[in-house]
Each structure stands twice: as structure tokens, then as C-alpha cells.
């Protein structure tokens, strides 16, 4: 949820770091959001199965946190 109208990254890292899809790049009005990975990478493919580091940057912040993606 956010506070306030807001410039929004949200993306899927392997664990070294490298980007595999971004979700969202943008502004996003104020209130509750939601999106649902579809497992897929930026290039369409699907994703192999492992853990994956989520980052979001909103409004002056940034959280991390971990998916699990199974097969």
C-alpha cells in the first residue's frame, strides 16, 4: 500500500543479482497494489526453479525479500 502517489520499481533477482523480470517501472497512484509472478523471465521463458530476491523502491524506500519458486 502506498501512502502517496509514488515512482515504483519492482523486480525478480537470481541470487547473484542479476535482474530476471521486472514487474513494474513507473508511477503508481496512491493505495493497496498488487502483482503475482508468473514465474517468468523478462524474455518470456520460465524461470528454473530456486530462490529469488524480490526488491521494491517506493517512495524514498526500498524492501527486499525471498521467493521460492518450485517447478
Avoid at 28 to 40: E, I, M, V, Y
Avoid at 57 to 71: D, F, L, N
Amino acid at each position: 500500500t502506498l501512502p502517496a502517489a509514488s515512482e515504483v520499481t519492482l523486480g525478480i533477482y537470481d541470487i547473484t543479482g542479476r535482474l530476471v523480470r521486472r514487474m513494474t517501472h513507473g508511477r503508481l497512484p496512491a493505495g493497496p497494489h498488487r502483482l503475482d509472478w508468473d514465474g517468468r523471465t523478462e524474455s518470456g521463458g520460465t524461470a528454473t526453479a530456486g530462490v529469488y530476491l524480490v526488491r521494491l523502491e517506493a517512495a524514498g524506500g526500498r524492501v527486499e525479500g525471498k521467493v521460492v519458486k518450485s517447478e
